[in-house]
């Protein structure tokens, strides 16, 4: 696995820290560690399907399915990130 230089540097994992790992589990058939490892795996999954699928058919509200799949990700990356932190410290 690539090693994340923002922890390796400033100590903090970044925004992306377990998702190569979520992946790596995935492959193993480990769902629940891979969500664990990384919450957004799934979403980021449905969202990059909607968006192959979508290149080859065009959907009718293609550009609001993609501006909610995409936000809700963010949300979901930031969330976890901010639970991280907090937990880190206590």
Do not use: H, W
């Not at 891979?34 to 799934?42: G, K, N």
């Not at 949300?75 to 901010?82: A, Q």
Request: aromatic fraction near 18%; proline fraction near 2%.
């Amino acid at each position: 696995m690539l090693p994340c230089l923002n922890k390796k540097i400033f100590g903090y994992e970044c925004m992306g820290c377990g998702l190569q790992r979520s992946i790596a589990l995935i492959f193993k058939g480990e769902f629940v560690d891979a969500f664990f490892m990384y919450p957004a795996i799934y979403t980021l999954i449905g969202f990059f399907v909607f968006l192959i699928i979508n290149s080859f058919k065009n959907f009718k509200n293609s550009n609001k399915i993609i501006f909610i799949l995409a936000i809700s990700n963010v949300i979901i990356i930031v969330v976890n990130y901010l639970i991280k932190i907090y937990l880190k410290q206590i």
